[in-house]
């Protein structure tokens, strides 16, 4: 198995499947990350995976970098990092904004959290595992103005329904949602009109009689 994936920003790969039929070269700016392919439980498909935290810092700073630049002109006044990955890229983003601090969300209950400020979680690469997802009720002053959410990957929209779910708990709606990486097109159906910024994009493969196909 490779152990150089998210590691470089490379200038001299080919867009796409790679001739190992374990990769995936996304481009990004005029670069292209490359990624490893994961197939997924139903066995017919399969998705180009990030993992922000195993990535090299240079890849994370590009990423963040270039994630800011595009939530800039939404204005955000306060960002909402999504657990677990999702949480050190809105770090990033924040500190890029100019902003002093961040509004966690967290799947892990602490004692003085209340149960009715969190709601179920799940996400394509962990299917069956439920969740709950919890805002601190000491954010809750926090949550005024233009609010910015910031998760690592939009996929199945699963997660990112579950975030928009808790936050409308507290009649709060975000000016804009941002992501590393977007993934195919079923988290369309759960973001409804707000806008979405992606730092790259990339498709769900199919598997094939001859290996990994992308649409």
């Keep these: 198995m490779r152990t150089d994936v998210w590691q470089t920003l490379h200038k001299d790969l080919v867009h796409g499947i790679q001739d190992d039929q374990e990769t995936y070269a996304v481009p990004f700016q005029d670069r292209t990350i490359l990624l490893p392919i994961r197939a997924l439980s139903d066995g017919t498909r399969g998705v180009a995976s990030f993992i922000l935290n195993q990535a090299s810092f240079a890849v994370v700073d590009a990423v963040a970098d270039a994630l800011a630049a595009q939530l800039a002109h939404h204005q955000p006044d306060i960002i909402v990092g999504v657990p677990t990955l999702g949480l050190p890229l809105a770090d990033a983003v924040a500190r890029r904004l100019g902003h002093t601090r961040l509004i966690p969300l967290s799947t892990s209950r602490k004692f003085w959290y209340d149960d009715a400020l969190s709601v179920n979680m799940s996400s394509i690469t962990s299917p069956s595992k439920q969740k709950r997802l919890y805002l601190d009720p000491r954010m809750i ?55 979405v910024e992606g730092a790259f994009t990339t498709p769900i493969l199919r598997r094939t009689d001859t290996g990994w196909a992308a649409p």
Excluded: F, N
């Design 141 to 195: 002053p926090l949550l005024t103005g233009r609010v910015a959410v910031i998760d690592d990957v939009l996929s199945s929209g699963s997660s990112i329904a579950s975030v928009l779910q808790l936050l409308r708990l507290q009649q709060t709606e975000p000016v804009v949602i941002g992501t590393a990486m977007l993934q195919g097109e079923a988290w369309k159906a759960h973001v409804g009109d707000c806008p």
